[in-house]
């Protein structure tokens, strides 16, 4: 298959520690966006890159939140110094104009 | 920014019924798409509209742009349409601002 791919599909984490949250974009995709889910909410926009263009942080809730994408291809993001209120579902998605989500990272921050 | 509003909040159908989604934006946009996502989480892309008329299936969607709206119809709905269906616009190919979502509920 040819879709988004996050890893891991499940994290529980202990607070105060890091993470780092993978997604892997459709191949030719130029634009990856992170969003986060909390339980029956919308999604909160938190980062977006455009191929070599610096990337749209302005979603970033904190400076504990951070993001690179290496070769214009897979993403990571890292949370540092986890708090209970990251607990969340990630959402990547990647776009040549359609947008499509991978399946997401389910955080538990105990 | 962007506002964008969807109703009803929460919609309730009997197996085989249809149904109207409205998107409303504030601005103008290039970029329209509908998500449904799904019980398990999972969001699927069903229609990139940013204007005119598209169908997929018992699906179709409409967006008026000088109007500043979108609806979404869904015909002849099945248990498997329920789910959150959002609504996402942009100005073009930047972050999508979505809005809250229409929760649909179709009892057999």
């Known amino acids: 298959g040819a879709g988004v791919s996050q890893s891991p599909s499940n994290k529980v984490t202990e607070k105060g520690k890091d993470v780092e949250l993978r997604c892997d974009p459709i191949?030719?995709?130029?634009?990856l966006y992170w969003y986060r889910q909390s339980l029956g909410q919308g999604l909160e926009f938190l980062i977006y890159?455009?191929?070599?263009?610096?990337?749209?942080k302005s979603g970033l809730p904190s400076d504990r939140f951070s993001a690179e994408r290496t070769g214009g291809s897979v993403s990571t993001l890292t949370i540092q110094r986890t708090q209970q209120e990251d607990s969340a579902v990630y959402l990547c998605?990647?776009?040549?104009?359609?947008?499509?989500f991978g399946p997401g990272t389910r955080l538990t921050v105990l | 920014g962007i506002q964008v509003e969807q109703s009803p909040p929460d919609l309730i159908l009997q197996e085989g019924a249809n149904s109207t989604l409205r998107c409303n934006f504030s601005d103008s946009v290039n970029n329209l798409q509908w998500f449904h996502q799904n019980p398990w989480g999972q969001l699927i892309n069903l229609f990139y509209?940013?204007?005119g008329t598209k169908q997929n299936g018992r699906l179709s969607a409409t967006t008026v742009a000088t109007e500043r709206y979108s609806l979404l119809y869904i015909s002849s709905s099945q248990t498997t349409d329920s789910g959150v269906y959002f609504c996402?616009?942009?100005?073009?190919?930047?972050?999508?601002?979505f809005g809250k979502g229409t929760r649909l509920s179709v009892i057999a």
């Open positions: 509209i940013p204007s």
């Open positions: 998605a990647s776009s040549s104009g359609k947008q499509y």
């Open positions: 996402a616009v942009g100005p073009g190919n930047t972050p999508l601002v």
């Open positions: 191949s030719g995709h130029t634009a």
């Open positions: 890159f455009q191929g070599n263009s610096a990337p749209d």
